[in-house]
């Protein structure tokens, strides 16, 4: 059951992103909102987190590994993602290095929503543990 309840969570915060992506780039909202952004890696670094946990789950409960490897399963997948998701938007021209401090700085948040999502995640699953327990 925990299982079931993990994936529905990730999964529906997917399709949030991709809805508040798609509009986003419709109505050009990247351009014109700048906190978009920082909602959409925070989300993204959060679901993230939450499916390679349940994919983690797979392979053994969750229930019982320490506090520590639950945390570093969330933030290192959801900062792993960031990054490829940042080299993402540099081979397709999406974000360029020519834009100087103004891409370090861009990348430098995003990397810490992505963060921030994942320590999210470390949380949720906590809550969801001892409501399974």
Not at 23 to 49: N, P, Q, R, T
Not at 66 to 76: D, E, H, N, P
Not at 83 to 98: A, K, P, R
Request: hydrophobic letters at 55%; glycine letters at 8%.
């Amino acid at each position: 059951m925990f299982k079931q309840e993990l994936f529905k969570r990730a999964f529906w915060i997917l399709v949030l992103v991709g809805v508040l992506n798609i509009i986003s780039v419709k109505l050009y909202l990247h351009w014109s909102l700048w906190w978009i952004d920082i909602i959409l890696h925070f989300l993204g670094g959060l679901c993230v987190a939450l499916f390679a946990l349940w994919f983690s789950s797979g392979k053994s409960d969750l229930k019982n590994w320490s506090q520590k490897k639950i945390l570093f399963v969330a933030l290192t997948s959801a900062i792993c993602v960031g990054i490829l998701w940042e080299l993402y938007e540099l081979y397709f021209g999406l974000t360029f290095l020519s834009d100087g401090a103004r891409y370090f700085v861009d990348t430098a948040k995003d990397l810490t929503m992505d963060f921030v999502g994942g320590i999210f995640g470390f949380f949720w699953i906590n809550n969801l543990l001892k409501k399974y327990e």
